[in-house]
């Protein structure tokens, strides 16, 4: 098989395997500072094999557009993540003008899922899609700027130019605007993916849930596929802020491989961290740190362009 054909089938297969264990190496991170056992490395897995034997139960007032949420918000994440490079490697899918590719496959993926949300004809579940496009307005600014600053600084709208061989370099070029950026996507990883401080992925509080209460309907499979989308994604928004924090390349592609898994699994280490020394945000909180994670990558693009 050629180097490239080898290098985005495992590509595929990391997007396809790993995604669940992030949540597992979450969960026992917070489990570790809790001076508790926990839950099973692989518990993700286990659940997403029981949901996917499990019958579906469906309301009445539902539609298509009820079992489509689940579908296509699994569709777009996989869609996305072959637009993005892991680990410096080149994605499967490049060209110019792909990053706006990207974040339109995310902005569908979430407009789909919260019309199923609103699809059930719940005042609760239309709360949470309410909070859910209202935040987002605030993250995607953030991830958008970020994105510019990359393109200012490489002179390009390909996903694998900004983040390919020769990105090492723009570290000695531009440091400030890097941190800047990956400061503040970081921040938009925590939100984009319901993490503490933005929002708990277990809570079933009504006054606080935000993405949580959109999937309450969904039961079975459905569930499975949301949980399966949800993991990818925050594996995706991952890679992304890897591909800008760690510029280290090494020459041999298993090396390469080697440090990105590395780098996966201390950035899930760092979210737990997070997770268990940090309690959520109020509700009114929350759009002031995503307004600074905006203003992060905007002073990311105004360092660049000055």
């Known amino acids: 098989m050629r180097p490239i054909l080898l ?3 495992l590509h595929v297969i990391l997007v396809l395997t790993v995604p669940p264990l992030l949540l597992g190496i979450i969960n026992k991170t917070k ?4 001076g508790r056992a926990g839950q099973p490395l692989l518990q993700a897995y286990y659940d997403l094999i029981k949901l996917l034997q499990k019958e579906m139960v469906l309301s009445r007032t539902t539609t298509w557009v009820f079992l489509a949420g689940p579908v296509i918000g699994l569709v777009t994440v996989l869609g996305a993540s072959l637009v993005i490079p892991l680990g410096h490697h080149s994605a499967p899918v490049s060209f110019d003008g792909d990053m706006v590719l990207l974040a339109y496959l995310l902005g569908m993926g979430r407009f789909f899922t ?3 949300a609103l699809d059930t004809g719940s005042a609760f579940e239309g709360m ?3 909070r859910e496009v209202s935040f987002a307005c605030l993250a995607e600014p953030a991830l958008f700027l970020g994105l510019m600053a990359m393109a200012k600084l490489t002179h390009s709208i390909n ?3 900004m983040f390919g061989g020769s990105y090492a370099g723009n570290w000695g070029l531009a440091a400030a605007p890097l941190v800047l950026v990956t ?3 970081f921040l938009v ?13 277990n809570t079933h509080l009504e006054l606080t849930m ?7 309907d969904h039961s079975g499979p459905a569930l499975g596929l949301i949980l399966y989308g949800a993991a990818i994604k925050l594996f995706l928004f991952a890679a992304l802020v890897l591909n800008l924090a760690v510029p280290i390349r090494p020459a041999h592609p298993v090396a390469a491989w080697g440090l990105f898994l590395v780098s996966l699994w201390l950035l899930a280490v760092l979210i737990g961290v997070i997770e268990s020394i940090m309690a959520r945000l109020r509700l009114v909180n929350i759009p002031k740190l995503l307004v600074s994670a905006c203003l992060l990558s905007a002073f990311g693009v105004i360092l660049l362009v000055r």
């Open 7 to 9: 290098q985005a089938f």
């Open 31 to 34: 489990a570790f500072f809790g």
């Open 114 to 116: 919260a019309s199923a």
């Open 128 to 130: 949470g899609a309410a």
């Open 159 to 161: 996903l694998t130019t």
């Open 183 to 185: 400061a503040s996507w």
């Open 189 to 201: 990883l925590l939100a984009e993916n319901s993490r503490i401080p933005f929002d708990d992925p």
């Open 210 to 216: 935000i993405h949580e209460v959109m999937v309450l």
